[in-house]
């Protein structure tokens, strides 16, 4: 498997456009996780999907932020508008954790950078 | 809500020394994961170790084991024969396991900065 896949690695937008980051998850994997990594807060989680049904979203910061995951290979993270204290690396991770063999793994990240 | 700490911002240690990175946490669980990751410069985030809290058994992965302590709610991660290549961010993960919803908050701690010193 090639692992937790992300596009793009990095984006530079304008402030007031949409930002679209996407993520594969690793095949089998029925857990889903988006994170937000900055220097001030760390990682922050910001909304988990379970068997592709979104479970916790309470650390989506703000109504700008939405995701979705149509498919259990497919999940996107959008941001509308964006505005530059969105600023930050994006992180996705996929998670197996059927008893007995627990595992979860990130992607490479997406780094956004809101001008 | 679970919470981890790292009390230790960042530790340095000598090329082939052993080193020891503090990891505690908040829950009320009996059943939950928890994890080491590492971070190195090129960002990627990199699974080191796992223990699930149901095992008394300690887990390893070659120079890297953990003293988990399940009472006190301590996972501290110890890094034998220390490497150049072992110099990163390592942040410390707690997974919660509850009935159907595996995963529920997967959360980090705020990470410790280790330096190996040639």
């Known amino acids: 498997d090639a692992g937790v896949i992300q596009s793009p690695r990095h984006e530079v937008t304008e402030m007031g456009q949409e930002v679209t980051l996407r993520c594969k998850p690793i095949s089998g994997h029925n857990s889903l996780f988006w994170y937000r990594q900055t220097m001030m807060r760390g990682l922050e989680l910001l909304i988990y999907f379970n068997n592709n049904v979104p479970i916790d979203d309470s650390g989506m910061p703000e109504d700008r932020f939405s995701a979705k995951m149509p498919n259990a290979s497919f999940s996107t993270l959008k941001i509308q508008p964006s505005e530059p204290r969105d600023s930050a690396v994006y992180f996705c991770?996929?998670?197996?954790?059927?008893?007995?063999?627990?595992?979860?793994?990130f992607g490479q990240g997406t780094r956004l950078t809101v001008v | 809500a679970q919470t981890v700490t790292q009390s230790q911002p960042e530790m340095s240690v000598q090329e082939a020394e052993t080193v020891t990175l503090s990891c505690t946490y908040d829950?009320?669980?009996?059943?939950?994961?928890l994890f080491w990751y590492k971070q190195p410069p090129s960002r990627q985030m990199i699974l080191v170790i796992r223990q699930e809290a149901y095992k008394q058994q300690n887990a390893t992965e070659n120079r890297f084991s953990v003293n988990f302590q399940k009472a006190a709610k301590s996972f501290s991660l110890k890094i034998s024969d220390s490497q150049l290549g072992d110099t990163a961010m390592y942040f410390c993960a707690f997974m919660k396991h509850v009935g159907g919803h595996y995963g529920q908050n997967f959360v980090f701690g705020p990470g410790t900065r280790l330096s190996v010193l040639p």
């Open positions: 829950t009320s669980e009996n059943n939950y994961y």
């Open positions: 991770a996929s998670s197996s954790l059927y008893r007995g063999n627990t595992e979860a793994f």
